[in-house]
């Protein structure tokens, strides 16, 4: 084999190169859409989970509430209800992905989607934070922080006391809310009642029995609030 | 050194450098375009994957929603309370103006749900019906409704009217066709099934029947009144199971001093329904769905176990759109094209469970 260079013609340069290019777009193309197609279904995927996870998270929070509030004190629930399970005593609240929660923003936002649907009458409700915490304060076992929990309770808004921070009919409403990774966020509302029951006095000498105590949910709705 | 000569292209080439040539460049297309084709089908089924994933999430999010909230009923207002209170919030059959199932049917690929929207307004009747093609004359000034207009119901909204503890069951969703502020009163656009007194119940309401269209293989919604559309194509199975409280008294007692199909009058109000044994949630039959005791009124009639249910559970199967990735056997539904292995995306099918929130108080009151 000599050492000289050897000279193509013009013509003949650069076919092989060009075949190269253009079956590597064609194979580069489609690996992008695969790409493409795996991620957004992962990403999808994960959001779905998510959104579901808070809003099971907002439930069993609400859930949780309601097991409090059999005991509790009904007439100063609206103005006075501090949840015990729910006591998360950190102040710089954030969701699991890291968002820092500006809960007097939440607060801000949750009185006024409520006074855009209840009207600012004096017995409309006014919401007041009861209780936050995280998901695992709920739950224990939990290892990975799923959300962070925002319990709220009002005074409904059919008494006409006109006096919102106390409640007279026994009837009272709470808003859970859950904010879990990616940005999910979801709430549950409930319109919650005291169903207080005598047993009858059998025996006129024995000490009276105790009131029987039952918190009813009149009405369960998937709020769809802002953030 | 002098440089290599090739020979002029004039020189021209023989038949046997062409169809070497020829060869070469044909074996390297069909390895191209094979490898072309190979990555084409996987991205292809990859988007199928997804595809059926992403139609299985609509499906169980619209169902999940919808049956969460099934029951829901005014939070306020001079009733507040959820539906099954009075009367069955789901119904193993398919209800509305257009192609409603018979009283007492049972069909476990269509429930009809019911429930009230939470921007929805509910009132009462402020006198009663003398008969059932009459205009509804409602009372505006009641809690539970909006101070504008007549409590904002409108033309083409769906409302309800039922008697509470009155009756059991009896009600009518209707349309409405026309609204007048000065006399308070909604029309219906058609005539109800009966008259309800003073005092009856009015409220918005949202009616979905979700069916299976099994020829066209596909979920269908449909509003009880006009609108009946498809929610997921390729839908290949649907079905709902019901499971109930066991006790005797798991339906909401009537008011004191009065009976209805699920307790005779007491005092205690002396349940009809049958104790299923133990404490965990019973499977309710279609036999025991349709057996009786019957509630309601002369239309919309419901058995009374439905006023037990608890829990609903919902099985899905969906299958790939694209017949050449789907095969024969169990694993397919509707038998596809494709005979490679390789190729194939089986029927995806899910189930859930479901307790709707505001039914767990029936029974309770």
């Known amino acids: ?227 | 050194m002098t440089p290599k000569r090739w020979p002029r292209p004039s020189a021209g080439y023989a038949l046997v450098e062409l169809l070497i040539a020829a060869a070469v460049t044909i074996a390297v297309v069909g390895v191209m375009l094979r490898m072309a084709a190979e990555t084409h089908t996987v991205v292809r089924m990859a988007g199928e994957r997804a595809d059926l994933q992403q139609r299985l999430r609509v499906a169980v999010e619209a169902l999940r929603r919808d049956l969460l909230a099934a029951g829901g009923g005014p939070p306020g207002g001079v009733a507040p309370g959820p539906l099954i209170d009075a009367f069955a919030p789901v119904l193993p059959a398919r209800t509305g103006t257009a192609g409603a199932d018979a009283d007492l049917s049972y069909a476990d690929d269509r429930a009809s749900i019911v429930y009230m929207p939470r921007d929805g307004s509910v009132t009462t009747l402020a006198r009663g019906m003398s008969a059932p093609g009459d205009p509804l004359f409602i009372d505006p000034g009641l809690p539970g409704c909006p101070s504008g207009g007549l409590c904002g119901f409108r033309p083409g909204d769906r409302l309800l009217v039922h008697a509470p503890d009155a009756d059991a069951g009896a009600r009518d969703v209707f349309t409405v066709a026309a609204v007048d502020a000065a006399s308070s009163s909604l029309t219906p656009d058609a005539p109800l099934s009966r008259t309800y007194a003073a005092g009856s119940q009015v409220l918005s309401i949202v009616q979905r029947v979700y069916h299976l269209d099994r020829p066209g293989r596909r979920l269908m919604v449909y509003d009880g009144n006009r609108s009946d559309v498809p929610l997921v194509d390729h839908v290949v199975d649907l079905r709902f199971a019901y499971f109930g409280d066991p006790a005797a008294a798991g339906a909401t007692p009537p008011a004191p001093g009065r009976s209805n199909c699920a307790y005779a009058a007491g005092p205690p109000p002396v349940p009809r329904l049958g104790d299923l044994g133990g404490t965990a949630l019973v499977r309710l039959m279609a036999a025991q769905l349709t057996d009786g005791p019957a509630c309601g009124g002369p239309s919309g009639r419901f058995d009374a176990d439905l006023l037990r249910v608890r829990r609903i559970d919902v099985t899905l199967r969906l299958e790939a759109e694209g017949a050449e990735f789907r095969g024969a056997g169990a694993a397919f539904a509707n038998r596809g094209t494709s005979l490679d292995a390789g190729r194939l995306i089986p029927d995806l099918q899910i189930s859930i469970s479901v307790a709707p929130r505001n039914m767990g108080n029936a029974g309770l009151r």
């Open chain 1, 1 to 227: 084999m000599s050492g000289a260079p050897t000279e193509v013609p013009a013509r003949r340069r650069g076919s092989a190169l060009l075949s190269t290019l253009i079956v590597t777009a064609l194979l580069g193309t489609l690996v992008a859409a695969l790409v493409l197609v795996v991620m957004s279904e992962s990403l999808t995927s994960a959001n779905h989970a998510a959104a579901q996870e808070a809003l099971y998270a907002a439930d069993a929070a609400l859930e949780a509430t309601i097991s409090e509030l059999q005991a509790a004190d009904w007439p100063s629930l609206p103005g006075g209800f501090v949840s015990g399970r729910l006591r998360d005593g950190s102040a710089d609240p954030r969701s699991p992905d890291g968002t820092r929660l500006d809960l007097a923003r939440l607060m801000t936002l949750r009185q006024a989607e409520s006074d855009a649907r209840f009207g600012a009458l004096p017995d409309r409700p006014v919401w007041r934070l009861a209780g936050r915490a995280p998901l695992r304060d709920l739950l224990p076992g939990l290892v990975v922080p799923t959300a962070y929990l925002l319990i709220w309770v009002a005074d409904d808004p059919d008494e006409r006391d006109a006096d919102p921070q106390r409640d007279s009919n026994l009837i009272v409403l709470i808003r859970a809310e859950a904010f879990g990774p990616s940005g999910a966020h979801r709430s549950v509302e409930a319109t919650l009642s005291l169903q207080v029951a005598t047993p009858p006095v059998e025996d006129p000498d024995a000490p009276p029995p105790p009131e029987r105590r039952h918190v009813r949910m009149l009405a369960w709705r998937e709020a769809r609030g802002t953030m």
